[in-house]
T-cell receptor, first 109, second 116 residues
Framework: QKEVEQDPGPLSVPEGAIVSLNCTYSNSAFQYFMWYRQYSRKGPELLMYTYSSGNKEDGRFTAQVDKSSKYISLFIRDSQPSDSATYLCAFNTGNQFYFGTGTSLTVIP | DTEVTQTPKHLVMGMTNKKSLKCEQHMGHRAMYWYKQKAKKPPELMFVYSYEKLSINESVPSRFSPECPNSSLLNLHLHALQPEDSALYLC???????????????FGPGTRLTVL
């Protein structure tokens, strides 16, 4: 079993839609949960991070963590064409980062 | 300044060439990383430096040689690479390697390397 599972997509949504991106993980040592956004031919950019179960909101973005189910989600409200990118979930044991494969998102105007 | 810079942006090299990738940060971070990313794949960790000492080497071939001259700089020396080494090479930094609520990684824009 892979330590991190993420649906690669691609995912296409109309502008204004709510987007839900998800990752599952198997390693109980993961302590920190992150979402990165990566535009084509650019380095990943940290969007959100959290270390506890529950929801964390930042503008149009909400990160959700369910440690009991080993499941994290990123919700994007009122999606914009500028949100078109690859979204990577990432996990940190404290010594090493693990990335999901990334989900490619296209928001269509 | 929350920026990690990398030079060059693009590099084309032959299999017999020797070249170096450079990374710089001025955030006072004490952990720096090299990742390799192939198209449509997640970043793969290569090396971790903590307090200017190599702390993790993920079984990377010796044709890749990292160097940390000081706490702000990280180099990756390349020699006798293969075409399959063509990828985006990403540098990242974080406050420290042990866990901490402020231990986010900041990535540079990457160097796009092509080996002919």
């Amino acid at each position: 079993q892979k330590e991190v599972e993420q649906d690669p997509g691609p995912l296409s949504v109309p502008e204004g839609a709510i987007v839900s991106l998800n990752c599952t993980y198997s390693n109980s040592a993961f302590q920190y949960f992150m979402w990165y956004r990566q535009y084509s031919r650019k380095g990943p950019e940290l969007l959100m991070y959290t270390y506890s179960s529950g929801n964390k909101e930042d503008g149009r973005f909400t990160a959700q963590v369910d440690k009991s189910s080993k499941y994290i989600s990123l919700f994007i409200r009122d999606s914009q064409p500028s949100d078109s990118a690859t979204y990577l979930c990432a996990f940190n044991t404290g010594n090493q980062f693990y990335f999901g494969t990334g989900t490619s998102l296209t928001v269509i105007p | 300044d929350t920026e990690v810079t990398q030079t060059p942006k693009h590099l084309v090299m032959g299999m017999t060439n020797k070249k170096s990738l450079k990374c710089e940060q001025h955030m006072g971070h004490r952990a720096m990383y090299w990742y390799k990313q192939k198209a449509k794949k997640p970043p793969e960790l290569m090396f971790v430096y903590s307090y200017e000492k190599l702390s993790i080497n993920e079984s990377v071939p010796s044709r890749f040689s990292p160097e940390c001259p000081n706490s702000s700089l990280l180099n990756l020396h390349l020699h006798a690479l293969q075409p399959e080494d063509s990828a985006l090479y990403l540098c990242a930094s974080s406050q420290d390697v042990p866990a901490g609520v402020d231990n986010e990684q900041f990535f540079g824009p990457g160097t796009r390397l092509t080996v002919l």
